[in-house]
């Protein structure tokens, strides 16, 4: 059995009408603001084409902000409670579930992956600042809620590579001179 939404206008007398905010008059921006909502959750696939359409011309043909808040209130980012006093018995919509702010990245595990980057072009002079850095940076990034220890730990990879080819290099260099001697 199928029941009338509040948004079709169907069935007894709405909440909002005559309490305070909600039956006042809709503003040009607000019937826009509540369009974009409805465009973003035709977009996130909570509502179908037909059902926007409908959505959109009502709201186009929208009086009251009570009529506006009831087209997007079962959408998450439904009515603005903080612009317009709400009437008792009405639940405002949660607000918009944004993602967590993610957490900064550490700047030496930055500062590590390009030294380790550049140890081609500089012939491996910044291997050594590419295995300090990294190594700072994930001694850091574990005490602090910093991201960034995969750009450390391939600096500190690339580093190391340079170290010990120099280290080689140095190496072959002293056996060389030795077995000429």
């Known amino acids: 059995m199928s029941y009338p939404t509040p948004w079709q206008g169907q069935g007894p007398q709405q909440p909002w009408q005559g309490h305070g905010g909600a039956s ?6 607000d019937r826009e603001r509540t369009v974009d909502v409805l465009r973003a959750g035709f977009a996130e696939g909570r509502l179908r084409e037909d059902e926007l ?3 959109v011309a009502r709201a186009y ?3 009251t902000v009570g009529e506006l808040m009831l087209l997007v209130a079962d959408l998450p980012q439904g009515p603005q409670t903080a ?3 709400v009437p008792p018995g009405f639940r ?3 607000p ?3 993602p967590a702010p993610l957490p900064p990245t550490n700047g030496k595990a930055v500062g590590a992956l390009v030294c380790g980057l550049l140890i081609v072009p500089t012939l491996g002079l910044t291997g050594i600042p590419a295995v300090i850095l990294g190594h700072t940076a994930r001694a850091e990034i574990r005490r602090t809620d910093e991201v960034g220890d995969g750009l450390a730990l391939t600096g500190l990879v690339f580093g190391w590579l340079a170290v010990s080819a120099w280290t080689l ?3 072959l ?3 060389a001179g030795a077995s000429s001697a």
């Open 96 to 98: 918009t579930f944004l």
């Open 173 to 175: 260099l002293v056996v």
């Open 24 to 29: 006042m008059l809709a503003a040009t921006a």
């Open 83 to 85: 612009v317009v006093q």
């Open 53 to 55: 359409e409908k959505r």
């Open 92 to 94: 405002p919509v949660p």
């Open 169 to 171: 290099f140095l190496l």
């Open 61 to 63: 043909g929208a009086r």
